[in-house]
Each structure stands twice: as C-alpha cells, then as structure tokens.
C-alpha cells in the first residue's frame, strides 16, 4: 500500500527479496508497490487478472488506512484465497490484527527463512495465526532482491540496500529492535558492491542507491572502509 506521508519513489526491498526467494523456488510472483506506481491500477484488476492462490500486504503503521482498504478489497473480490500480512506494523501489533477476521497469517519479524513453508502450507483460518520467526537471518545468505517481478519495474530509479540488519541498543523512541532485533549482523562489503552491480546490469545503469541499515554506524569503521 502507500504510504501517503512518504513521497519517495523507491520500491519494497523486503518485499523484492521474499519475492527472490519464492522465485527461486519455483513459484510465479506478481508484486504492485503503489508507493513506487500511486496511479496503478485498483488491487482488484490484478486479482480478477492473475487469480492468485495466495495474496500478501506489507503494512507499516504509516499506511494502515490503506492497507485496509486493500484488505477490504481482497475479501470481497478474493474471499476463499489465504490473505498473509506482514511488515513492521503486524510485528509490532500482531495481537491487535488478529481480531480482523479478515486475515489468515500474520508474520512477525524476518520472513525469509518462514516464507517458503507458510505460501506453501497457505489456507483460509478460521482465525488468523500468528507465525514468528525463530532462525536469526545472516544477511550474507539472503539472495538478491528480485525487482523484475514488480509491477512496471522498468521505473525503478531509487534502490535500497542494506549492508547490516539489527541494532544492539534500546533508544526508547525506536522500533528497530522489536522488528529486526538487537543481533547486529554485517554483510561482508564486497556482498554489497556485488548487488549493486547486479541491479545495475538487470534494472538500470541510473540507479540511485540508498542505505537502509537498521544503524549502519554500529561499527564505524567498517562502514568508512567500505565507503572508500
């Protein structure tokens, strides 16, 4: 959904890399990132469309309004196909969600090494379950995001990467540890270098490239050798 406070043109990295995954493992991925394409079309042209057997929201709690309009639209059009939400806002507020009978799975935390599984295994619940990752993800191992799969991806000119997940410390004004956890994990720099080089050659030669670490100065000395 969009996020009507950012402005910002840059696609769902964690979606891209779920998406990779699956890919990988042999499925059909369709992804539509309205904060990358605002004017694309309504939800429900893509599901009449492609006829999903399994739909997935990422919700932040900067776009819930819109995500529940989304998910309003995926019951009425779709009511017999798996609805999974997951994101920030389901990690911080699993509890909350669980009462919308609307949903089947919410996914707390990382969902790379629980994605496979939970498409796989999806079905309509009579209540949503909550499923929380119990493996802590190397950053290293995650394939590269996979943007191809997006809705008019040609577009893409921002792209975000993150060279370590995690933060060690407990600022009372951040989520960060509630959803990526306090296990700072690095990913070695020429693993950096090298995606950004991929997504060059595969989406653009024009990118712009944004840091999205959770607290890239963890080890500053690391991330200023890595720039240089």
Partial sequence: PQRSTVMSRVPHMGIAILASILKKRGHDVFVVDYNLIPNAPHISFFINKLKPNVIGVSIYTANTAEADKIIESISRISPDTPLIVGGPHPTLYADELQKDKRIDYITMGEAELMIINLVEKAKKE???????????????????????????????????????????????????????????????????????????????????????????????????????
């Fill in 126 to 228: 009579k209540e949503a379950r909550i499923i929380r990752t119990k493996e802590i993800v190397n950053p290293d191992d995650v394939p590269y995001p996979e943007y191809r799969v997006f809705y008019k991806w040609q577009y893409i000119r921002g792209y975000s990467i993150m060279t370590s997940r995690g933060c060690p410390y407990r600022c009372s004004f951040c989520p960060v540890i509630s959803v990526s956890g306090k296990f700072w994990r690095p990913r070695k720099p020429e693993n950096c270098i090298e995606e950004i080089e991929y997504a060059m050659k595969t989406i653009s030669p024009n990118l712009h490239i944004l840091i999205q670490d959770d607290n890239p100065l963890v080890d500053k000395e690391r991330f200023y050798n890595g720039k240089r």
